[in-house]
């Protein structure tokens, strides 16, 4: 008896350990492939809650400078971004007055981990149209006059623009930009429309 209530004991204080581990970091999320979590030291995600997939210092980015300030949302996203019903993690890397971008990992169900996709951490404000199974980019920007969203189809693993809208300056000295559209069409982009506007925007 006096064995049996010494293991108990045992079993509740490691999970009372455990326990006290996991509710210690921030923002927990757990889906059917892993689960991640954030304190002060970073994040860690695992597998099975045993076999670690990706521990990173969020210290050198936007996601562990803002951990108490979640104006920029939660310091990382879980998403299927590559479409393929497996989640995806991402956390945002570093802004500027216009442009955000995020550090992307795309889980990799052969080899049961998370592997850094460059191309997505490129694209400016990333988004995706689940319905359509785009990839979208929504705040390009490069000057006053030039900016521009992006739209992406993901094609043998990579991306492939597929659509591009927004303003670009005129070439001549004057005050106006022309507002444009284009689309890939026989495996080239083509403007669809472009009309230069007069405008004070200098």
């Known amino acids: 008896m006096k064995v049996f209530l010494i ?3 045992v079993i509740l204080l490691s999970v009372t350990a455990s326990a006290q581990r996991v509710n210690g970091k921030r923002f927990p999320h757990h889906t059917t492939h892993f689960s991640s979590y954030v304190d002060s030291a970073g994040m860690l995600v695992v597998y099975n809650s045993v076999s670690e997939l990706l521990r990173i210092d969020l210290s050198e980015y936007d996601a562990g400078r803002y951990l108490e300030d979640t104006t920029y949302g939660y310091p990382y996203t879980i998403w299927d971004l590559n479409f393929d019903g497996y989640d995806d993690i991402s956390f945002p890397s570093f802004s500027g007055n216009v442009q955000r971008f995020q550090s992307v990992y795309l889980y990799d169900p052969a080899g049961d981990t998370l592997v850094e996709n460059e191309a997505l951490g490129e694209v ?22 030039e900016n521009w969203t992006e739209l992406y189809r993901w094609n043998n693993g990579k991306l492939m623009l597929v659509e591009k809208s927004g303003t670009m300056p005129c070439p001549e000295p004057g005050d106006c930009y022309y507002i ?4 890939r069409i026989k495996g080239k ?6 009309e230069k506007t007069r405008s004070d925007i200098y």
């Open 180 to 183: 444009y559209q284009q689309k």
């Open 189 to 194: 982009m083509q403007y669809i429309y472009k």
């Open 7 to 9: 293991a108990a004991w």
């Open 124 to 145: 400016a404000c990333l988004g995706i149209d689940e319905e359509r199974k785009l990839v979208r980019g929504d705040c390009f920007h490069s000057s006053a006059a």
